[in-house]
C-alpha cells in the first residue's frame, strides 16, 4: 500500500489506479461478515434486490411471499457488530398477490421504485406513503422489467408494455431477461426461453439490430434450427458491465457467455460449468471500478466469483442452507448482498487490511517509505497497466 502511496503522491500514477487496486483487493478478500445481519422479513424465498445509488443506502427486496421490505445498510450504531434494519414493509392491502420477480430503485431518485410480480402487476411506488403511484395490469406473468440507468429523455420501462403501447416483437417464447445498456439510453437486450438473445434499438420498431449467435456465424458447427441462438436452452440472464461495452448472458445449458455489445461477437471467454437451474430470471451482478472487473453468478447454495475476461473460477462464497436466487453488488464499498430460498440476505464484505509487512532492502532505498506489495495488489497493478 505504502508504495502506492508514494506513487501517488510523487505524481508518478493517476490516482485512479490506487482506487481500481485497493477495489480489487477488496473484491478478491469478500467473506461472510459474521458481525453483520440482514433483518429476516420474508416468510418466503428472495428473488430480487437491489441497491439504489444515489447514497448507496437503501436496498430493496422482493420475495415469493409477495412482500417487499426496504433496508437501511447504514451502520447507525456505529459498533462492530449490528443488523441492517428493515425499515420498512410493503404489504396490507397493497401487496402483490404473487412471487415478486424485480424490484428496482428510480435511478435518479429514491423517492420511488417499480416492482413486478406473477400477480400479472407492475407497480410504481412512492417511497414516501408506500403506496402504488400508478398499477399496469398485464395478460400474463411479469419475469422481469429493468429501467434504463442513464436515460433523461425517456422514462420507458422494459419488459413491460409502455402508456403507449409501445412494443418489440421476435421471440418465439417467453422473456425471462430484459436490461436496458448501462451506455446509451436506447439499446436494450431481451433474453427468452426460445435460446436467444435479441439487441434492440427502440427508436424503430422495425425489429432488432442483431441477434447474438454463439458460434459467430460459422454454420458448419450447428443445426439449421440452432442458427442464431446465443445458449442451447432457455437464457434467463443478462447482465452488462458497468461501461456497456460488454454483454453477459446466463442459460440453462449451464453455459456463460461474454459478447461485444456493439457487434454481438461472442468473445469465447470460457467459463466452463455454470450450474443453472433456475426456471425463472436469474439476478446476477458484476463489479465496477476493479481491475480486472469480476462476475458474481448463484451457483447452487454458493455464489460463484468468475474473472470476467479470463473466465477463471475466482471462489464461491458459501453461507446460504438452499438456492441462492439474486445477488447485488455495492460499488462503494465492493460488498456484496445475496438472497435465496432459505428467506435469508447475506452481507459478503472485504476483509479488514493487514499491515504491510516492510521490505527493509527496498525502503532503505526510498528512506523508509516503501512496504512489501499484497499480491493481490500486484495483480491489478499489473493487469491496469496492461
Not at 30 to 40: I, S, Y
Request: charged share 25%; aromatic share 8%.
Amino acid at each position: 500500500m505504502l508504495s502506492f502511496l508514494y506513487a501517488r503522491q510523487s505524481g508518478l500514477d493517476d490516482p485512479v489506479r490506487l482506487r481500481r487496486a485497493e477495489s480489487t483487493r477488496r473484491v478478491l478478500s469478500l467473506e461472510l461478515n459474521h458481525n453483520r445481519d440482514v433483518d429476516r422479513i420474508h416468510g418466503n424465498g428472495i428473488n430480487t434486490l437491489d441497491i439504489e445509488v444515489i447514497d448507496g443506502r437503501y436496498m430493496l427486496s422482493g420475495g415469493s411471499d409477495g412482500v417487499i421490505v426496504i433496508y437501511d445498510l447504514e451502520n447507525n450504531s456505529k459498533k462492530p457488530q449490528y443488523t441492517c434494519k428493515a425499515i420498512c414493509t410493503v404489504g396490507s392491502r397493497h401487496v402483490h398477490k404473487f412471487s415478486v420477480e424485480t424490484v428496482q430503485w428510480y435511478p435518479h431518485d429514491t423517492g420511488m421504485f417499480v416492482s413486478s410480480s406473477f400477480d400479472k402487476t407492475m407497480k410504481v411506488w412512492d417511497t414516501e406513503t408506500l403506496k402504488p403511484a400508478e398499477e399496469f395490469q398485464f395478460d400474463g406473468n411479469v419475469y422481469c422489467h429493468h429501467m434504463s440507468p442513464v436515460a433523461r429523455k425517456h422514462s420507458l420501462v422494459a419488459g413491460v408494455y409502455h402508456k403507449n403501447k409501445f412494443s418489440l416483437t421476435g421471440h418465439r417464447g417467453e422473456i425471462l431477461s430484459v436490461r436496458w445498456s448501462p451506455r446509451y439510453d436506447h439499446i436494450l437486450a431481451t433474453a427468452s426461453t426460445d435460446s436467444r438473445v435479441h439487441i434492440w434499438d427502440v427508436r424503430r420498431a422495425s425489429g432488432s439490430l442483431f441477434t447474438l449467435d454463439q458460434h459467430n456465424g460459422d454454420k458448419s458447427k450447428t443445426s439449421s434450427e440452432a442458427v442464431n441462438t446465443a445458449h442451447n436452452g432457455r437464457v434467463n440472464g443478462l447482465c452488462f458491465t458497468a461501461d456497456g461495452l460488454h454483454l453477459l448472458t446466463t442459460g440453462t445449458d449451464d453455459r456463460m457467455r461474454l459478447w461485444n455489445s456493439a457487434t454481438g461477437e461472442n468473445t469465447l471467454v470460457n467459463y466452463g460449468k455454470v450450474v443453472n437451474e433456475s426456471r425463472k430470471g436469474l439476478k446476477f451482478t458484476v463489479s465496477r471500478g476493479c481491475s480486472p472487473e469480476f462476475v458474481f453468478v448463484p451457483c447452487g447454495s454458493s455464489v460463484a466469483v468468475y474473472g470476467l475476461h479470463s473466465g477463471e473460477l475466482i471462489t464461491m462464497l458459501r453461507g446460504h442452507y438452499n438456492n441462492v436466487d439474486c445477488c447485488e453488488f455495492h460499488p462503494d464499498y465492493q460488498e456484496l448482498y445475496s438472497g435465496g430460498k432459505d428467506c435469508n440476505i447475506l452481507a459478503w464484505v472485504p476483509v479488514l487490511r493487514q499491515p504491510d509487512i516492510e521490505d527493509e532492502e527496498t525502503n532503505s532505498k526510498r528512506g523508509g517509505t516503501h512496504a512489501a506489495i499484497n499480491p493481490a495488489f500486484e495483480d491489478a497493478w499489473s493487469s491496469d497497466e496492461d
